[in-house]
């Protein structure tokens, strides 16, 4: 934000002010973006690469062993049967179908084993007692039930490695091998650079950073990667590419290969990256076939080219068709699922154009003549894939798409055509005439929207914005109170908000509105931001000076997002208004809101007295007219800590005991369930942050909110009965219940160990004996908790359980969740079939990635469960 408007006259000229509204723009935000536009993303889940890459590095059916919780000396066989992150939920094998003893361990904490261990470390194999007289010879059936199976991979249940998904083994410094573009044969090793997202930098070893210009962009799974060592193993070449080999002498290079062997050796990437890699199947193209191609060399071509060379039963290499005796020949390895291959006759059944040989005689092409003069034939349309699967891609469908220009530049796209299994896209964010392309519908150059974002990648934004928002305002000191300017400032044609001040005279033109600085801020505004605000907007059109005021006190507030929910509820109805969208951006999210601002100009002064009340600040802060020394409200002398509701209730709060003044009640938020779904709240306003759509403005305040409650659970400080009864009064002239503060007092006393009368048993007083009040809590402890039959509470706050955790089912632990302040997440313990044993594993780490939980629920919810780790050492260990 420019603070120059503050310092220096304007003597009646327009200024350019950046607000924060304004520099929001520069960021592009696909919600934004696509909401402007009009625009559907295309599904996640169309692009079968990303959602591979996703996948866990542990298979549902893989087998390892696992050490018995009741004699940790032994060990017996289970099966994975489903993922969630890091942890596993496990079935030991002889239970077949029978799912009541499955349970829930931490790939990090537990231990686990590859099949075989036991053998190799003289450790026994015994099967759960529960189970143990199902079959006679247990050996047998072991033997029946492994023969076939896959064990979990040693390296992923110990070491660096344990834990990490498919895409994460693959690590800076890692060692491929890459097939040549131009001999299938041939193999040469390359060095990993960078890995976003599973799409990787790769370098031939040999060269160092002043090579760079030769890097390879793929995405770890295209068939051209193999691991170290393949090559050999396949009796194939390992041999530099021959544009390569000029950059180094040939010793260099077989050192370069040595030196990369060697490193390979000692940290060989997992074999389990390539269990996703696809058998490329036989193809039946002969030599002197004829095909369709989009051509890698020219853009949105398509020719024809013929079949040159067979080099096995799976790669072949085609020709593009040139009729020029001086033409070079271009040619290009394939196989039988290479994007961009089609069968004859394809361009004229999908109603593109197909480009004619060059030096193809005759006014129209046409493929029967061409085949008849050449003497050769069309490849039969059992040789193509597919050539009509669109994968569920549709015109006008948005996505993240690399530039075949720049390979490392991943470009904003547009899907502007499909036909078949190609997609003709345009590049948002690439000048002509290199702004479009065509790819196939499995192409791994094309990424969902927002993956750049959650990979922290760069992603070429548009190269215009839909409508240009920079505006332009006046700004007008207290020093220059002179007439408004006479000449019409400059207008941006797509946004015009440049005042024509001869119409300030009309109903929807006012003069200016004012901040003043020296006005008490309130809660919710930062004075120090405040301060470097102009001193007034306008004059000009009512709706577009108050949306500039509404946007540069937004973004003046400690949490932008909070005030956009306080403006949101902005509404009387006498009034003319309008809506308008207002933006806020907080640690690099954006939030936006509709807000009705007013039309008439003699309806300005109570809608900024209404803004003021609304937001808890003086009533003079904005409004028509300055306050250039003092406020007649005397508001300099209010703090933001005991400073509640100024506008409508000038009345100081009621003294404590002891003299010092009690601490104002904080308004109760109501709290937002949170699920593994993500659903959202149903509510006019989007406070889902653009690519992020679980952060919210809201459940960082519950962390602020969390932390405070903690404080005032476990202070001593003296509370009488007149007091507790002042909080729990409700509050007149539309103000806030005063009983929140007791509520939140009560529930983190629960939440801590200091149980009142809630369901766990007797009140915990303070420590000079007399009770606090409890009205407000004791209706709400009993409506929404249940108690739980095996917990108890002791005096000091300890739980005391009558029955192991250890054996609690899944309803026993829902049961559990449901009697804390925890219960809103209960049901996420059901959907999981979390069982008492799963639910002492629970770390913080694992409750924040598995159950998409902010820090803040995490937090209680970790401390709940700790309390009942507490009671089981302490009971049954």
Not at 283 to 301: D, I, Y
Not at 803 to 825: G, H, K, Y
Not at 847 to 872: S, T
Request: proline residues 7%; contains cysteine; neutral net charge.
């Amino acid at each position: 934000m420019q603070t120059g408007a503050q310092d220096q006259p304007t003597n009646g000229k327009e200024e350019q002010v950046t607000t924060g509204a304004e520099s929001m723009e520069e960021e592009f935000m696909w919600e934004e973006y696509l909401e402007e536009t009009g625009g559907t993303a295309a599904p996640h889940t169309i692009f079968r690469h990303v959602e591979v890459s996703l996948q866990s590095s542990f298979q549902p059916g893989m087998k390892l062993e696992v050490a018995s919780k009741s004699s940790p000396e032994t060990y017996w066989v289970a099966t994975i049967i489903t993922t969630c992150g890091q942890l596993l939920l496990l079935r030991y094998s002889g239970y077949g179908d029978d799912r009541r003893a499955d349970f829930w361990c931490d790939v990090m904490t537990a231990e686990l084993h590859p099949v075989g261990w036991c053998a190799q470390n003289h450790k026994t194999l015994t099967p759960p007692e529960a189970i143990r007289e199902k079959y006679s010879d247990w050996t047998e059936f072991l033997v029946q039930d492994l023969t076939g199976s896959r064990t979990a991979p040693a390296n992923l249940l110990d070491g660096p490695l344990r834990g990490k998904n498919t895409v994460d083994l693959i690590v800076a410094g890692s060692v491929l091998e890459l097939q040549n573009l131009s001999d299938p044969l041939l193999y040469w090793p390359v060095r990993v650079i960078q890995n976003i997202g599973g799409r990787l930098r790769l370098r031939p070893v040999g060269l160092s950073e002043r090579h760079r210009a030769q890097d390879t962009w793929l995405f770890y799974l295209d068939v051209r990667l193999r691991p170290l060592g393949w090559a050999l193993e396949n009796r194939l070449t390992l041999e530099p590419p021959t544009e390569l080999r000029p950059l180094l002498s040939d010793r260099d290079w077989q050192q370069a290969l040595q030196d990369a062997q060697a490193d390979g050796q000692k940290d060989a990437v997992p074999l389990e990256v390539f269990k996703d890699h696809a058998d490329l199947p036989r193809h039946a193209f002969r030599t002197g076939m004829k095909l369709e191609m989009v051509s890698p060399w020219e853009q949105l071509l398509i020719r024809p080219v013929s079949v040159t060379k067979v080099y096995s039963d799976t790669y072949f290499q085609v020709t593009l068709d040139d009729l020029c005796a001086e033409a070079a020949p271009r040619s290009a390895v394939c196989h039988a699922n290479s994007p961009g291959i089609l069968p004859v006759q394809w361009c004229l059944k999908n109603g593109v154009a197909l480009e004619r040989p060059r030096g193809y005689e005759g006014p129209d092409f046409d493929w029967a003549d061409y085949l008849k003069q050449s003497g050769s034939e069309a490849a039969p349309d059992a040789c193509f894939p597919d050539t009509g699967h669109t994968r569920g891609f549709t015109e006008d469908m948005w996505l993240e798409a690399v530039n075949p220009a720049r390979p490392e530049e991943v470009c904003v796209a547009r899907v502007s055509r499909v036909r078949g299994r190609l997609l003709w896209l345009r590049l948002e964010g690439v000048l002509q005439p290199q702004s479009e392309c065509i790819v196939d519908v499995e192409s791994m150059d094309i990424f969902p929207v927002g993956w750049c974002e959650a990979n922290s990648y760069p992603l070429t934004p548009p190269l215009r914005p839909v409508c240009q928002k920079q505006k332009k305002i006046a700004v007008v000191q207290p020093e220059k109170q002179s007439a408004p300017p006479a000449e019409a400032p400059p207008v941006v044609a797509c946004q015009p908000v440049a005042m024509d001040t001869g119409a300030a005279n009309g109903r929807y033109c006012c003069s200016r509105v004012f901040v003043n600085h020296r006005c008490f801020s309130g809660p919710y505004l930062n004075k120090g931001r405040i301060a470097e605000l102009p001193r007034a907007v306008g004059p000009g059109k009512c709706s577009l000076v108050l949306k500039e005021l509404l946007s540069m006190l937004i973004n003046a507030a400690y949490k932008p997002g909070r005030v956009l929910k306080e403006l949101q509820q902005l509404q009387e109805p006498g009034w003319d208004s309008q809506e308008e969208t207002l933006k806020a951006k907080y640690k690099g999210k954006t939030y936006r809101s509709t807000v009705r601002i007013v039309r008439l100009a003699e309806q300005i002064p109570d809608f900024c007295r209404k803004v003021c009340v609304k937001l808890q600040c003086c009533p003079n802060l904005l409004g028509p007219d300055l306050r250039a020394d003092s406020c007649p409200e005397n508001c300099s002398v209010q703090t933001k800590t005991k400073y509640t509701y100024y506008y409508g209730k000038k009345r100081r709060l009621p003294r404590a005991v002891g003299g010092d003044e009690a601490k104002p009640a904080r308004r109760r938020r109501k709290r937002k369930a949170i699920f593994v779904q993500k659903k959202r709240r149903s509510s006019n306003m989007d406070f889902t942050a653009a690519g992020s759509p679980q952060d919210s403005d809201e459940e960082e305040e519950e962390d602020e909110e969390l932390m405070q409650s903690c404080s005032e659970g476990s202070s001593s400080e003296p509370r009488d009965d007149q007091t507790d009864a002042s909080s729990v009064e409700a509050t007149g002239g539309g103000g806030r219940p005063r009983r929140a503060a007791a509520l939140r007092r009560a529930f983190s006393a629960a939440a801590f160990g200091s149980f009142g009368s809630g369901p766990f048993g007797a009140a915990h007083q303070p420590p000079d004996g007399r009770r606090r009040s409890t009205r407000s809590l004791s209706a709400c402890s009993q409506n929404n908790r249940q108690q739980h039959k095996d917990v108890k509470v002791e005096e000091d706050g300890q739980l005391v359980l009558d029955r192991n955790p250890l054996e609690w089912s899944v309803d026993e632990v829902v049961q559990f969740i449901n009697s804390t302040d925890c219960a809103s997440l209960a049901n996420i313990f059901k959907e999981q079939d979390i069982d008492g044993q799963a639910l002492l594993l629970l770390t913080l780490p694992t409750v924040q990635e598995c159950m998409d939980l902010k820090l803040g629920p995490a937090i209680k919810l970790c401390h709940q469960i700790e309390r009942v780790k507490v009671a089981f050492y302490k009971q049954f260990a």
